[in-house]
């Protein structure tokens, strides 16, 4: 069985995606053919999408509030919280993940790059800060207004629309010394390029998943198997 050594200097950057809520039941983005849910992303995770059919990007992410709402933190999701636990902060969480397992499992050093699904902000940007929104949407008309008047939108990085935390994810791959990847194709943008950043570095660089990835060229370990099996007793804190 692999064991990853996490000694007493490391500092430990975590990048996760989809792959690592699949065990809750949470279906992955399937980059193969372009479906989230069985949805094609033009449709519903684009700003075009946004402009021409709201009424559909809302239907779609109320229903993965639904199905987000629904599930439960996973072994891996655990695995990432205790590890936190121990290390404090020489550990860092960066996931593309909009659902909120990882908090519900108790990791609190985290961002998400990619939005988060309980939450709205204006879709005029108009610079106020997002806000708590877990409603599942049946009718676009039931959706709130900012109160510069543009309609509340998804709190989700859209395709083609900047990443948010870029700047103190940048700073968190430079100070670390190894970093674990987690259920992730490989395939979305900036993020797959994390992997070089800290191989420039110097750090380790480690993935888990059941394939790999399609930037598994550039980790020094691929470690085969389901996030919630392989990630129980994958770490070895010295
Ligand atoms: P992806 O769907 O492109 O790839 C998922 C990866 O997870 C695959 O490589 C697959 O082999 C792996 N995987 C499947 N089951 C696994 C398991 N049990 N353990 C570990 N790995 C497993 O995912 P991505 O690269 O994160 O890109 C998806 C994009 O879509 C992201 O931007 C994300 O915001 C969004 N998305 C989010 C969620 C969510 O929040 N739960 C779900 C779907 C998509």
Redesign the pocket.
């Known amino acids: 069985m692999a064991v990853i050594s996490i000694g007493s200097e490391d500092r430990v950057f975590v990048l996760t ?7 809750s039941g ?6 193969e053919d372009g479906l ?2 069985g949805n094609r992303i033009e449709d519903v995770c684009t700003p075009e999408a946004w402009e021409r059919n709201p009424a559909l990007v809302w239907e779609f992410y109320s229903a ?1 509030r639904a199905a ?1 709402a629904k599930a439960e933190p996973n072994p ?1 999701h655990v695995a990432l919280a205790e590890l936190e636990k121990r290390l404090g902060d020489r550990f860092f969480l960066c996931t ?4 909120d ?1 990882h908090e519900r499992a108790g990791s609190r050093r985290l961002v998400h790059m ?1 939005g988060e ?1 309980n939450m709205a902000h204006c879709e005029l940007d108009c610079g106020r800060a997002p806000v708590e929104d877990r409603a599942i949407y049946r009718d676009l008309e039931e959706v709130g207004r900012c109160v510069c008047g543009g309609r509340l939108r998804p709190h989700i ?1 859209f395709f083609g629309e900047i990443p948010l935390e870029m700047e103190r994810i940048q700073a968190e791959i430079k100070l670390a010394s190894l970093m674990l990847v ?7 943008y900036p ?1 797959a390029n994390f992997v070089h950043w800290a191989r420039m570095g110097g750090a380790r660089t480690v993935y ?4 790999a ?1 399609l930037n598994a060229s550039a980790f020094t370990n691929v470690v085969e ?4 099996e392989v990630m129980p007793g994958l770490f070895l804190v010295q």
């Open positions: 995606g989809a792959g690592i809520s699949a065990e949470l279906p992955t983005f399937r980059a989230w849910a993965r987000g891996g593309q993940n909009v659902d397992l990619h699904l990085v987690v259920g992730t194709s490989g395939s979305v993020a888990v998943g059941p394939d990835p198997g389901k996030a919630g």
